[in-house]
């Protein structure tokens, strides 16, 4: 099988199980596929289903790309897990906003499974 790159950009882990169920859903059971996807279902911390909402809402607060998908991969859910992975932003963001932020990704993150 062979494989071709149509783009690239940064994602998140959530945003990876989304794409490899619409995979699988399409008959693509290949072992790399099944081994991924086991991976990252096990470490999806955000609702895959409104992760663009929560992407739009980090997108509007200034955030690049490999930001946003940190945050999404990660969900910190204190102010200071969240100001150690702005390590590739310009700018310095007040304690308000990064709360704000950290109560935002706190309402998107799934229970325990």
Do not use: Q
Not at 11 to 27: A, N, Q, T, Y
């Amino acid at each position: 099988m062979s494989f071709e790159i149509k783009g690239s950009r940064e994602i998140s882990i959530p945003e990876v199980k989304r794409i490899l169920e619409k995979r699988m859903d399409e008959g693509d059971v290949s072992d790399v596929v099944i081994r991924t996807y086991e991976y990252v279902r096990r470490f999806a911390k955000c609702d895959e289903e409104k992760i663009e909402e929560l992407r739009g809402f980090l997108e509007e607060r200034g955030f690049n790309e490999k930001t946003i998908a940190m945050l999404l991969s990660i969900c910190p859910t204190t102010i200071e897990e969240l100001r150690s992975l702005l390590v590739f932003e310009d700018k310095t963001y007040d304690t308000n906003v990064l709360n704000e932020i950290v109560e935002t990704i706190k309402k998107y993150i799934i229970s325990e499974k």
